[in-house]
């Protein structure tokens, strides 16, 4: 019995014909490991707003056409004429689109397009505003973008909770979900552990720190939490940048790095510190409900965490088994903790041997069942 019904989930998982649609970065190579193996097809395409921006900021008549858009539909004919050539070409039957609202504008082009394509948006960082306004606004998106979805992939039980409560509402109940913990692949972590610090406290923080680019908000000027943390006697290592350059002497700055590099560099340090400036938000709800990707990569590195005891529920509840974790009411007691040398010891041990379950193939099986419900 047990044997047939594995065959038969074989068989279902080898009609998915999947293709991906986003940008292309970590969440991509993420979904691909997951997958691999268990679909007939998988390929991948980037979103219509990646493709015009590149980076760059766009100007006042790209915004209101981008805002036009995502009230409405995607108009870009020659993204729309590329987009269905190449589902009809590879006969595709789910996309899997990431992340936030950026794709909203191309799921509802597409699904007018394409009405029997099963659409599964994989939301990871909502919202990403930090104001009132904003958060409404972006909240009225996904509820009218419901409608176009097949199903939903959310990366906690807490973002889960907040779309039934805030977002979808009542039509929360029509839409397939799973709960997805968002990992890198396993090829991303480090097969060494690298030789340990010095004997004393020391941290390392891997968020921006580049405060004059278009794409940094409010909540990455950390500075003030920098300088409780060094003047308590911390060691704080980051990457060098104009604005954190003050030549304080517990400050350790350092080059910008590769993924790889940063990953087999941060298990020296005794945790990776995971904070926003909350302070000068008016919305926390980002930092409330999104996992990170310094804390993902942070989990790969193998490498304890250091996170505020107050708030970051999102990031506590990916955190919930992970064995290496220092939760700190001010900088003074995260000095406490990394002082008793023995207890960090222990903990660097146990975040090493965490890696194993932070990554991206541990979670293709159930990723693949759950996408078989959309094909017949």
């Not at 060691?235 to 910008?256: A, G, I, K, Q």
């Not at 001010?330 to 222990?346: F, H, I, M």
Request: with cysteine; proline share 6%; hydrophobic share 40%.
């Amino acid at each position: 019995m047990k044997f047939t019904a594995i065959i038969t989930l074989m068989t279902e998982l080898k009609k998915i014909k999947l293709t991906l649609l986003g940008e292309d970065i970590d969440h991509r190579h993420s979904l691909i490991a997951m997958l691999k193996g268990h679909c007939h097809s998988l390929g991948w395409v980037q979103d219509s707003h990646s493709m015009k921006q590149k980076g760059l900021p766009l100007g006042l008549l790209s915004r209101i056409s981008r805002y036009f858009d995502q009230m409405t539909y995607t108009r870009d004919k020659n993204f729309l004429n590329s987009i269905c050539q190449y589902l009809d070409q590879s006969c595709s039957n789910i996309v899997v689109a990431y992340w936030g609202t950026n794709p909203l504008s191309d799921i509802v082009a597409i699904k007018r397009l394409r009405p029997a394509v099963k659409i599964v948006l994989m939301v990871l960082c909502h919202p990403l505003a930090l104001d009132n306004i904003g958060v409404l606004r972006q909240n009225l998106m996904m509820r009218r973008a419901a409608k176009w979805l097949d199903g939903i992939l959310y990366p906690s039980k807490v973002m889960a909770d907040y779309f039934h409560k805030n977002v979808f509402r009542a039509q929360f109940d029509r839409l397939p979900h799973l709960v997805l913990p968002p990992c890198w692949p396993m090829s991303y972590q480090c097969a060494t552990n690298p030789p340990r610090g010095g004997n004393y406290a020391n941290i390392i923080y891997v968020g921006r720190t580049d405060l004059s680019h278009h794409t940094v908000h409010v909540g990455d000027d950390l500075r003030p939490q920098m300088r409780a943390i060094l003047d308590a006697g911390i060691e704080l290592h980051h990457v060098r940048s104009p604005e954190t350059s003050d030549e304080h002497p517990n400050r350790r700055p350092f080059s910008p790095l590769s993924q790889n590099d940063l990953i087999a560099k941060m298990a020296v340090y005794d945790a990776s510190l995971i904070s926003y400036n909350i302070d000068a938000c008016n919305r926390p709800d980002r930092f409330e409900l999104t996992i990170p990707d310094r804390l993902i990569t942070s989990v790969a590195a193998g490498v304890p965490i250091a996170v505020p005891a107050k708030g970051y529920a999102g990031v506590k509840s990916y955190l919930h088994e992970y064995p290496a974790v220092f939760q700190f009411e001010t900088a003074v007691d995260l000095k406490l903790q990394l002082d008793n040398r023995s207890r960090v010891e222990s903990v660097r041990d146990r975040a090493w041997n965490a890696r194993k379950n932070y990554a991206a193939e541990s979670h293709g099986e159930a990723l693949a069942s759950f996408l078989t419900q959309f094909v017949s």
